[in-house]
């Protein structure tokens, strides 16, 4: 009888078309084909429980690819993919789902993780409820929390980083990121963002250059793309606040707003290109489409409407400014009144703005048909300088390519002139009244003269 014990070696040879067949005389459990070497197996298959590298798992090569491994005490773990999870795990890590080559691989106690994609949640060890979707999505978290990144590379250099969404190829994708409660929705969006936090960025490259910016909105492709360190910033529209740096509490609305500001801050425009020229000023409002301030660098000041505004509503007529005496020191009376006034032209014209040409070289065929009332800033100017009363900035000059006139600061001048004609008037009425009060009392005489005459005679 042979000693079965003796290791041995069984070879079956199958002949050309033939099939290996394991079967009950009805139902066929395994088949092995010649002609193809494909191996069917026609009911199903058990694995135990995976508790090691030896124990249920199905190898691709020398790789594990396909196991449950749960430590002493854990359970819910499910990993798909050349070295997807590993064995090392402890009694922590539960209720992790790794699909893809090297997806959580690196996990030790981290639990309730989805990795899906080349590499994602790689080097994740004790984060938790992180969700990587996408190939190398949040490779380097290592312990931080409840994060989620979708799209190649989204999140993939944050390592300590918490509560963040990175949905985009390459989102939020900076080195050595720690920000913690950032969100960004579309490709290179907070690409480069480091510690910043509380950040909100929607659209291609918006926020791209964030790395310490904090509770920042950017909405639309490029919305805010060069921002670096400004903070509390709102824009929305296609390159809204494109030049940012570190401008802080700007607030752009329309494709383009406050396109150049760099640096300024306590700004607000709204309206397509509102804004778009001012760079370093700051605490001004635009309103308006092509709504632009006087200079670049202008500071408090508001603009209502672009070029093309030819009337200005509202319910009421004036509009009330601070007039405090407790906050106005050296009052006295204006020096100036109708002399100066004396001196103004107004002027009746038809606009005909250069920036409605191209190149800005007017030939005067868009000229206004309408004629309008006003002054020519140049003539207010001599006005103003000739009388030493620059100080009454009847001519804004910031832009010395566009001078703007302010007439409404001949208020109090006009007033004064009003006051001086009225004195003049009282001295008039009162030389008449006393020249009629002459009159009536030579009348009267000359009347008692000739009564006397009569009498006499």
Same mark, same amino acid.
């Given at each position: 009888m042979p000693n079965i014990l003796v290791s041995q070696d069984i070879t079956m040879t199958l002949g050309v078309n033939g099939v290996l067949k394991i079967w009950d005389g009805s139902t066929a459990f395994f088949t092995l084909q010649q002609s193809t070497g494909q191996v069917n197996l026609l009911k199903t298959i058990r694995l135990e429980n995976t508790t090691g590298s030896s124990v249920g798992v199905i190898y691709k090569g020398y790789n594990p690819f396909i196991h449950d491994f749960n430590a002493a005490g854990a359970f819910g773990n499910v990993f798909m993919g050349n070295n997807s999870g590993n064995f090392t795990m402890n009694s922590q890590a539960s209720y992790n789902t790794g699909i893809g080559t090297y997806s959580l691989f690196s996990n030790t106690s981290g639990y309730h993780n989805t990795g899906l994609g080349y590499g994602s949640l790689f080097s994740n060890n004790t984060g938790v409820r992180n969700t990587a979707i996408g190939s190398s999505s949040s490779m380097v978290l290592r312990s931080g929390n409840e994060n989620t990144s979708v799209g190649y590379y989204s999140l993939a250099g944050s390592s300590t980083g918490y509560n963040n969404t990175a949905i985009g190829s390459f989102s939020m994708t900076s080195?050595?990121?720690?920000?913690?409660?950032?969100?960004?929705?579309?490709?290179?969006?907070?690409?480069?963002?480091?510690?910043?936090?509380?950040?909100?960025?929607?659209?291609?490259?918006?926020?791209?250059? +964030? $790395?310490? &910016?904090?509770? =920042? /909105?950017?909405? #639309?492709?490029? %919305?805010?793309? !060069?921002? *670096?360190? @400004?903070?509390?910033?709102?824009?929305?529209?296609?390159?809204?606040?494109?030049?940012?740096?570190?401008?802080?509490?700007?607030?752009?609305?329309?494709?383009?707003?406050?396109?150049? +500001? $760099?640096? &300024?801050?306590? =700004? /607000?425009?709204? #309206?397509?290109? %509102?804004?778009? !020229?001012? *760079?370093? @000023?700051?605490?001004?409002?635009?309103?308006?489409?092509?709504?632009?301030?006087?200079?670049?660098?202008?500071?408090?000041?508001?603009?209502?409407?672009?070029?093309?505004?030819t009337q200005l509503r509202c319910n009421v007529t004036s509009i009330t400014s601070l007039s405090d005496v407790r906050d106005k020191k050296n009052i006295q009376d204006l020096p100036l009144g109708l002399d100066l006034i004396s001196k103004l032209r107004p002027r009746q014209f038809n606009w005909d703005k250069r920036e409605w040409y191209d190149e800005n070289i007017s030939d005067g065929s868009k000229t206004q048909e309408a004629p309008t009332a006003g002054f020519i800033a140049q003539e207010l100017d001599e006005v103003q300088t000739g009388a030493g009363a620059e100080w009454l900035n009847l001519v804004l000059k910031d832009n010395p390519e566009k001078w703007e006139a302010t007439p409404g600061n001949l208020l109090p001048v006009i007033v004064k002139a009003i006051q001086e004609l009225k004195a003049e008037n009282d001295k008039l009425k009162q030389r008449q009244e006393l020249l009629e009060?002459?009159?009536n009392t030579l009348k009267n005489q000359n009347a008692v003269n000739v009564s006397n005459e009569r009498n006499s005679k």
């Open positions: 080195w050595n990121n720690s920000g913690a409660y950032n969100n960004a929705v579309g490709s290179y969006s907070l690409y480069s963002i480091s510690t910043g936090y509380r950040n909100n960025s929607m659209g291609y490259q918006s926020l791209y250059n +964030n $790395s310490t &910016g904090r509770y =920042n /909105t950017a909405i #639309g492709d490029q %919305a805010m793309l !060069n921002n *670096t360190d @400004g903070y509390e910033n709102t824009s929305v529209g296609a390159f809204s606040l494109l030049s940012n740096i570190s401008g802080l509490y700007n607030v752009a609305i329309g494709v383009s707003a406050l396109f150049n +500001n $760099s640096i &300024g801050i306590h =700004n /607000t425009a709204i #309206g397509w290109d %509102a804004g778009y !020229n001012l *760079t370093t @000023g700051s605490n001004n409002i635009i309103i308006g489409s092509n709504a632009q301030p006087t200079s670049p660098t202008v500071s408090g000041q508001i603009t209502l409407g672009g070029g093309f505004i009060e002459t009159i």
